[in-house]
């Protein structure tokens, strides 16, 4: 029995590094899944936070963060800096990108792991379990050495008594009852065994079927049954390791937010599936595809392939020709392609897959339905954007902007009636951070600063004694905002101004993106006595039943028509045609880009009521603008004369 239980210690012995290994398994798999928790449930709020500088909530979530099992240390590297925790000496890291709702890469975020928290959390697992095992053991030795010694005595006893009564004529009967017993009891107790085997297999496979499980939720997206992100960069780094050629193809399904936002999440679920499908069967076994995260997808294409990555994205491009049917709806997709290759356009990972992102922005931005190789042009281009746009915010905070006015006069008489307000920025020029600002979303904090600047040099004037109407122009962005017209009215309040001050000059491509709303915001200015012309009239969509809807006070002829009016009988023609749809709908007109003379008589003569243009006077600061009638160029003066086109309005 001792031996028994000696060799009962010495298995435990052999089974404590089997053990610790299991226990080690457990809690690098604790990690595992802490990362992964990290990525799904800590990411999103950080970038919420990052995005709206809120530092204190950000701390808040790194100081969670460090909650998880063994996560010892947390730190956020971009637009705010924060450390939590204290980096261990022997850390496992992770890195993750901190992505705002444009898009715009916020920072990072480094998580480190404690491998010695880690180690120690095995060995004290190992620990508890053998003082446990011990103490069974010993506890289980003492119970069967009890049962021995209780079944042999009892035995022994019962076989001494038999013996005792033992006769000839009951040899063979005797034997047969006591060993049919002995035998019960040996049935009974390898039956219980054979029964517990049983449970313990079924057990076994159980458990192994729920590991199966695991691994494949860890390893499939479960909504379209591909590969998720954690898995295909598994295989990226392996192929990184492998040293040999391979591209990343990022896509991007084009037009599936309005799917997902007009017939909701349920199709657009749906609509996922049946473009996964239908994605698996383009590409073919030539790439391992795998989501990436909401519309997005990524191919690895191993160049051993015989298709190269060209077919293998014209396939792309071209299969999503065909409709879908989901829900009884017919719905059409395209898909944007970026492409970057290993080692040419990027050594690591990270860089391939940011790179093939890149590139497929820029195939949208030429157009969607196309794919794209990365190019280091186009990536600079795109860096010295961030970096303009950095500017550009830096600028907003500082005042670095400025206007100028350029004045309006009536065409009879010449006499200055308003002027319109014209941003500036001295590191860019208007065609280039305007639409940079409308598309980051700045327009809207800038777009009320030109208007609160533009009515307190209103205010200047009029204490002047010069009744001047101040004219803004007015972005999209601006004009679909519910709170626009409150927001212009306080502002106006603010200024002591009446409203017939301020002339907010729009274009009908704005207009356009959201009609209705866009209509009514107007109606609300109109409403409260501000003008409104409409800009650029003329170049965009220009159609009789929109100029019907718009309450408008003015039409502004853009100065692509007034160009040539004094050398082209067919632009002259176009003009005068413009100026009699005005006078049909009882509006102003004013003329743009008036250069020369011949212009200004030309505009006098066709009804034209205001002039605008380098002829009469070019953009100035407000201190250097006259309120005189413009005085007569000298000879020569023309279009051609220099620095007339100069400026940009």
């Known amino acids: 029995m001792l031996s028994t239980l000696g060799l009962s210690f010495a298995m435990m012995l052999l089974l404590i590094p089997i053990q610790y290994l299991m226990d080690k398994s457990v809690a690098s798999e604790q990690v595992s899944q802490a990362a992964q928790q990290v990525e799904q449930g800590y990411l999103p709020a950080l970038n919420a936070a990052i995005w709206n500088f809120d530092e204190e909530r950000a701390r808040l979530n790194l100081e969670n963060l460090i909650q998880q099992p063994f996560a010892a240390y947390a730190a956020i590297q971009g637009d705010l800096s924060l450390a939590v925790g204290t980096p261990p000496k022997s850390p496992l890291a992770y890195r993750y990108d901190l992505v705002g709702q444009d898009n715009r890469r916020l920072g990072q975020l480094d998580v480190a792991f404690d491998q010695d928290a880690v180690s120690q959390y095995a060995w004290d697992r190992v620990r508890d379990a053998f003082w446990t095992l011990s103490l069974y053991t010993l506890i289980l030795s003492g119970l069967m050495l009890w049962l021995v010694q209780y079944t042999v005595t009892r035995r022994l006893l019962r076989l001494s008594r038999f013996a005792q009564g033992l006769r000839l004529d009951n040899l063979e009967e005797a034997p047969t009852l006591y060993f049919k017993q002995s035998q019960d009891e040996l049935d009974h107790l390898t039956k219980h065994l054979l029964d517990m085997r049983a449970q313990l297999v079924t057990d076994r496979n159980e458990l192994k079927r729920f590991e199966n499980e695991l691994a494949r939720r860890a390893n499939e997206d479960q909504l379209t049954g591909l590969p998720n992100r954690f898995s295909f960069l598994e295989t990226l780094y392996r192929h990184l390791d492998l040293k040999r050629e391979f591209a990343v193809m990022f896509l ?25 499908q239908r994605l698996k069967e383009l590409v073919g076994d030539c790439a391992l595809l795998a989501r990436y995260g909401g519309d997005e997808f990524v191919l690895l294409v191993d160049q051993s392939c015989t298709d190269h990555n060209t077919h293998i994205a014209d396939r792309l491009t071209r299969g999503f020709a065909r409709p879908f049917h989901v829900a009884g709806n017919v719905l059409y997709l395209s898909v944007s392609v970026g492409i970057a290759r290993y080692p040419q356009d990027a050594g690591n990972g990270e860089e391939l897959i940011q790179r093939a992102d890149v590139a497929m922005y820029q195939a949208k931005n030429l157009g969607r339905s196309r ?149 009514a915001n107007i109606q609300l200015l109109r409403d409260m006595g501000v003008r409104i012309a409409l800009d650029d009239f003329g170049t965009g969509y220009s159609s009789l039943s929109h100029l019907q809807q718009m309450p408008l006070d003015c039409l502004k002829i853009d100065k692509s028509f007034m160009a040539r009016v004094h050398e082209s009988e067919r632009d002259k023609a176009l003009v005068e045609a413009l100026v009699s749809l005005a006078r049909a709908l009882s509006l102003k007109v004013v003329a743009e880009g008036v250069e020369v003379e011949e212009q200004v008589r030309i505009a006098k003569a066709l009804g034209i009521h205001y002039l605008q243009g380098f002829y009469l006077a070019r953009p100035k600061k407000a201190e250097e603008l006259s309120f005189n009638p413009p005085s007569e160029p000298g000879p020569g003066a023309s279009a051609s004369a220099p620095d007339v086109r100069s400026g940009t309005q």
């Open 252 to 276: 991007d399904l084009d037009g599936f937010k309005r799917v997902n936002d007009g017939l909701g999440h349920s199709v657009g679920d749906e609509l996922l599936k049946e473009t996964a």
């Open 371 to 519: 794919y794209l190789f990365f190019d280091q042009c186009l990536y600079e281009n795109m860096l010295g954007k961030l970096e303009l746009e950095e500017k550009l915010r830096h600028s907003l905070e500082h005042g670095e902007f400025s206007l100028v006015y350029q004045p309006i006069y009536q065409a009879n008489g010449q006499r200055m009636v308003s002027a319109e307000a014209l941003l500036r920025w001295p590191h860019a020029t208007p065609d280039v951070f305007i639409p940079l600002a409308e598309e980051t979303g700045l327009i809207l904090p800038l777009g009320l600063w030109v208007l609160e600047q533009a009515l307190a040099q209103a205010k200047a004037w009029r204490d002047q004694g010069h009744d001047i109407v101040v004219s803004v122009n007015v972005s999209h962005s601006q004009l679909h905002q519910q709170q626009f017209a409150d927001k212009v009215r306080e502002l106006i309040q603010a200024s002591e101004l009446p409203s017939s001050s301020l002339q907010l000059e729009i274009t009908e491509t704005a207009l356009l993106e959201d009609w209705q709303g866009s209509i």
